[in-house]
């Protein structure tokens, strides 16, 4: 079944500290990708964004994601966690080639950072 | 701050009522994109319109319907409403169908 996987549906980190969030897709295609996140109360904020080319895309706030086709991943990845990176981070995949322009989001994954 | 508007910020009403929910899309869009998200189901899709025609539906319930104006404003009509309608519900847009969502604030749904 096509899917947006989020393994883990909460992670603490201290601050400082590297980040890794983890997104796993299952489409016949390479879907076109996208992390947002979402603070508390607050509506959803794209961070960044994989279409085609280069593998490693940067986003917004330090972040960036890396595409792995043989894994069907797109991991999301910080190196020095601030307190104010404490939210809730969804990864969402389009299928633009299907003619479906909706998106289809995985279930979160929250984000802690302690001092 | 994204562009993208939604009116009211927050709603409570009474089982059985009718609610409609407003956004405004960025300057320039066409596309308007409408999505509930609940604590049991997470982020679904309901709804795309593209300048002013609708072009896919996905769980969107045969209670609830949307429309997108002229000036391409939207509107999500939420009718007998229950309590598991509560929820928030988001509205995106995008310069046309194939190209990046950008996301309202929501309308966070009370249903008592």
């Known amino acids: 079944a096509q899917s947006v996987t989020q393994p883990d549906i909460h992670i603490t980190v201290s601050e400082g500290a590297s980040l890794e969030l983890r997104c796993n897709y299952s489409?016949?295609?390479?879907?076109?990708l996208f992390w947002y996140v979402q603070s508390p109360g607050q509506g959803l904020q794209l961070l960044l964004k994989?279409?085609?080319?280069?593998?490693l895309v940067q986003g917004i706030k330090g972040f960036e994601a890396e595409f792995k086709r043989s894994q069907s991943s797109f991991n999301l990845r910080k190196p020095s966690v601030h307190w104010s990176d404490a939210a809730e981070y969804f990864c969402?995949?389009?299928?633009?080639?299907?003619?479906?322009?909706?998106?289809?989001f995985g279930t979160g994954t929250r984000l802690t950072v302690i001092p | 701050d994204s562009g993208v508007t939604q009116t009211p910020k927050h709603l409570i009403t009474a089982t059985g009522q009718r609610v409609t929910l407003r956004c405004s899309p960025r300057?320039?869009?066409?596309?308007v994109y409408w999505y509930q998200q609940s604590l049991d189901q997470g982020l679904q899709f309901l709804i795309h319109?593209?300048?002013?025609?609708?072009?896919a539906k996905g769980n969107i319930l045969e209670r609830f319907s949307a429309q997108q104006f002229p000036d391409l404003h939207s509107e999500l009509n939420l009718s007998s409403l229950e309590l598991g309608d509560s929820a928030l519900y988001f509205c995106?847009?995008?310069?046309?169908?194939?190209?990046?969502?950008?996301f309202g604030p929501g309308t966070r749904l009370l249903v008592l």
């Open positions: 489409y016949g295609a390479t879907p076109y």
């Open positions: 300057s320039g869009d066409l596309s």
């Open positions: 994989y279409f085609s080319g280069d593998t």
């Open positions: 319109y593209y300048n002013g025609e609708e072009r």
């Open positions: 995106a847009s995008s310069e046309t169908p194939s190209e990046t969502q950008y």
């Open positions: 969402a995949v389009a299928l633009y080639q299907t003619g479906a322009n909706n998106l289809f």
